[in-house]
């Protein structure tokens, strides 16, 4: 199976070299010779030169610089009035396009004129190159062209103008989907000396040949070019993504808006930071021939970084669009060797192989990625029959189930007639695990199978007298409300949620723990539930279409379970900037059976469910910016012994490998919360309970270390006694901060500082890293924290969400 699609660029020259006949046009006779050499996908420029000569003379050479002051006047009045009616009735000429039938546009993905400026300085340029861009995909829209790259947004500075440019395409062109071009990262700005590129400074007269889709030049700020505020590697990486970010936020997370990430220059070694771009919405890929190295014998192959980046791409099933394949940049292969070897990497991808592994939960969980499902309440509702065969599916489930019932019953050597109690036992899996247990430690014991589903309870007397026979006695009820005759050695149970306790285990159990002995064993003893922020657009934007749907929040207000795949998880581990901070995923809190602190009353249950409430308050680092969309839920579970389950992402291999049964929980927060690099999250958790519901709230605040800069204006005292300052900052000292929300920070209050000075914002290059894992003062120039960010409270009361415990 095909996960990426393949993608082969045709310059205007290329197709300019293509005969065309009476029946086929070049473009047509391109596509079906790249599809011979195994490629899916044409992607061409939709215009070609004749159009940039005429819209550069229509609209650049009009403007009256320099150049052509001097011409007379009516000369520049016919220009001005030509400029006029193009604006007014934007059209091409025939030439100026490289399709005009719609069987040459069939399935190409066209690349709109990258030379078009959307985020010139000059207002006149960026004006009617938002006319030429709508006048472009109109014409795609009228071909039934169902992808357009947009030029690359190129400066920092005007790139909101850039945003809301397209973002009125989108609004314009109802059914093409749009994807904004853009290098991961620009090195030459790395490398002092290299002047920026003319076709980012200069306007459009100086713009390159379009032979080949130009490796777009970003413009951080005109500052960058000065050694002493040359950005590093991070901010650089930060940029572009904030770039996109601020684009996509501006057009309001539209589904139809996509990347376009170019790969043209080398990536850098920093995967912590490339893995953002996994929770993007990476629709293609350019790959140009210029990308490859030769390998020993001459053939072209891709550095480890681009390799790596490349196989985790595989989750996006981009469209991976080679260019330059036929221009012998490598002495061995020829154009087929770029074909083979992004087909290998494919192959090779973990992505890729976990899901055509039998038995994976990728393989399992195929066309369920980023779905977002409503937990199970099999509390409140019966469970379908259908429902129970998926779970019977799992058999690392049964499997672990079955060794700690071994194990349990193994440590009970000495005691006398057992007892073995499964409560919930559903269509009885775990019966039949437990009595296999028995058998293989040569035990003999008594089951009693509680469970409240009437129609699982047809099934269990089925299996009674078909396979279990006297061994088993069948109890039909509610574990909280009914008797069972004799009390358990052994309490089996299986009531767990992606989250631990959110299919109401604990509540469950603390009736059903009357059946069992003061000495006996809860398999499951324990279990903790997990909690990561994540960035997820596909994730917030599958929630928003819900809440949007029903016009209340609730959809933003609901977990969810999903098999997590285009998100990243935004901690690192590391103290943070408070030093507080804990690992990259972390604790909420656990439930352990049988719980021995509860009031209980003379049937033996509780007088209410206040022991079940639960609240944590976390501190995660955040070594890389970007954006939350909400929190991943996960569950440990300690079945017996060193026996247990999980879905913990970095421990679950270790603990039940290739287990099935749960996705994890997915937290959305209505608004996505903006965290810049090393920056500090604080969630805060609620687990919630009334006489009869049981819900989640969640909070986030933001937080961001900034040194002790005096405000300016404030005066250096002549001596401080604190001795922390440092001298009183110019506003020139202030170099640009590396992400816009620092402008937005107010002075902060209460922190130790606060009684000398007021804090601002930071200035980078003082802000020592520690490799990703925090930040850490530099010598003698103090931290403050700030806030600079939070999230409603999230379900306040359970009005959106909630677990019926009825
Ligand atoms: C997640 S299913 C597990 C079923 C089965 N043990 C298995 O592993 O396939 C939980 C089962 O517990 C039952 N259940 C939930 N709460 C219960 C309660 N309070 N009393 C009795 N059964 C309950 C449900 O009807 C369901 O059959």
Redesign the pocket.
């Known amino acids: 199976m095909a996960y990426a699609l393949l993608g082969s660029f045709a310059s205007v020259d290329d197709i300019a070299k293509t005969p065309s006949d009476d029946k086929e046009t070049a473009v047509v006779k391109l596509a079906n010779r790249i599809q011979d050499e195994g490629y899916d996908v044409l992607c061409l420029p939709l215009t070609t030169d004749q159009w940039k000569k005429r819209w550069t003379e229509t609209c650049i050479s009009s403007l009256g610089d320099e150049e052509h002051r001097d011409r007379d006047r009516e000369q520049r009045l016919a220009d001005e009035k030509r400029a006029e009616d193009w604006r007014s009735q934007p059209a091409f000429q025939l030439d100026e396009v490289t399709m005009t039938r719609l069987d040459e546009a069939q399935g190409v993905v066209v690349v709109a004129s990258e030379w078009l400026e959307l985020d010139a300085a000059d207002d006149w340029v960026r004006h009617d190159a938002a006319i030429a861009l709508q006048q472009e995909l109109a014409y795609a829209a009228y071909l039934g062209i169902q992808s357009v790259i947009l030029p690359a947004p190129r400066s920092r500075e005007h790139v909101a103008s850039y945003a809301r440019i397209v973002n009125t395409c989108l609004k314009s062109v109802p059914y093409v989907n749009l994807a904004v071009r853009l290098p991961i990262y620009d090195p030459a700005k790395l490398d002092e000396g290299i002047p920026a590129s003319p076709f980012v400074l200069g306007r459009s007269p100086r713009m390159p040949s379009m032979s080949m889709p130009g490796t777009p030049t970003l413009l951080v700020s005109d500052d960058s070019r000065h050694a002493h505020n040359r950005p590093g590697p991070e901010r650089e990486l930060n940029t572009t993504w904030e770039m996109w970010d601020l684009i996509r936020t501006i057009c309001d997370y539209n589904t139809r808006l996509s990347l376009a990430l170019d790969l043209a220059l080398a990536l850098p070694s920093t995967l912590g930071v490339l893995n953002r771009w996994s929770a993007e919405p990476v629709r293609h890929i350019f790959l140009p021939a210029s990308t490859f190295i030769a390998n020993a014998k001459g053939y072209p192959v891709l550095s480890k970084t681009t390799q790596s980046f490349l196989r985790a791409s595989m989750t996006h099933q981009p469209t991976i669009i080679l260019s330059g394949t036929t221009d012998r940049v490598h002495e061995r292969g020829g154009g087929a060797a770029y074909v083979q070897y992004v087909r290998h990497l494919e192959r090779t991808s973990p992505v890729v192989r976990a899901t055509e592994t039998e038995g994976t939960v990728e393989h399992f969980a195929q066309g369920y990625q980023d779905y977002l499902q409503a937990p199970?309440q099999?509390?409140m509702d019966?469970?379908q029959s259908a429902t129970?065969e998926t779970?019977?599916r799992d058999p690392v489930?049964?499997h672990q189930?079955e060794e700690a019932i071994f194990c349990a019953v193994s440590d009970l050597q000495d005691v006398e007639n057992l007892i073995i109690c499964?409560?919930?036992?559903?269509?009885?899996?775990?019966?039949a695990r437990a009595l296999n247990a028995l058998q293989r430690a040569k035990k003999d014991a008594k089951i009693y199978a509680?469970?409240?589903?009437p129609n699982?309870y047809v099934t269990l007397q089925r299996r009674k007298a078909a396979d279990w026979g006297d061994k088993v006695t069948l109890v039909y009820?509610?574990?909280?409300?009914?008797e069972v005759p004799e009390q358990a050695d052994i309490l089996?149970?299986?009531?767990?949620g992606s989250f631990g306790d959110n299919?109401?285990s604990p509540?469950?159990l603390d009736?059903?723990v009357r059946f069992l002995k003061p000495t006996g064993i809860s398999i499951p003893c324990s279990y903790t539930a997990h909690l990561a922020p994540l960035s997820s657009a596909k994730l917030y934007n599958e929630a928003r279409s819900g809440a949007t749907a029903s016009g209340s929040p609730a959809g933003l207000e609901t977990p969810y379970v999903v098999m997590l795949q285009a998100v990243n998880i935004l901690s690192g581990d590391g103290p943070g900037v408070s030093g507080a901070c804990g690992p990259r995923i972390q604790e909420c809190w656990s439930f352990e059976h049988p719980r021995k602190d509860a009031l209980l009353d003379e049937r033996g249950l509780p007088f209410s469910n206040s022991h079940n409430v639960r609240s944590a308050r976390l501190k995660f680092h955040i070594p890389h910016a970007g954006v939350m969309h909400g929190l991943a839920g996960y569950f440990e579970a300690v079945l017996y012994g060193t026996i247990g389950l999980s879905i913990h992402p970095e421990r679950k291999d270790h603990v039940s490998k290739d287990m099935l049964?749960w996705f994890p929980l997915f937290f959305p927060f209505r608004e996505p919360l903006y965290l810049p690099s090393n920056s500090e999250l604080h969630v805060t958790i609620w687990r919630l309970t009334n006489t009869r519901q049981v819900w989640y709230e969640w909070h986030a605040e933001a937080f961001l270390a900034v040194q002790a800069i005096a405000a300016p204006g404030w005066e250096k005292p002549r001596s401080s006694s604190l001795g922390l300052l440092s001298a009183t900052p110019s506003l020139q000292d202030l170099s640009m901060p590396s992400s816009p929300l620092i402008d937005a920070v107010d002075m902060p209050f209460g922190s130790p500082s606060d009684t000398a000075m007021p804090a601002t914002p930071v200035r980078e290059p003082s802000m020592a890293r520690d490799s990703g894992h925090g930040v850490h003062r530099a010598r003698g120039e103090p931290l403050t924290v700030i806030k600079i960010g939070q999230t409603n409270l999230h379900n306040p009361g359970g009005r959106s969400s909630w677990i019926g415990l009825e």
Not at 422 to 430: E, N, T
Not at 492 to 496: A, G, I, K, Y
Request: aromatic share 10%.
């Open positions: 199970l099999p509390l019966n469970l129970y779970f019977e489930k049964y189930y499964v409560a919930g036992a559903g269509r009885g899996p775990l019966v509680v469970e409240k589903n699982a009820g509610d574990m909280r409300a009914l089996v149970s299986e009531l767990l299919e109401l509540e469950c009736g059903a049964s």
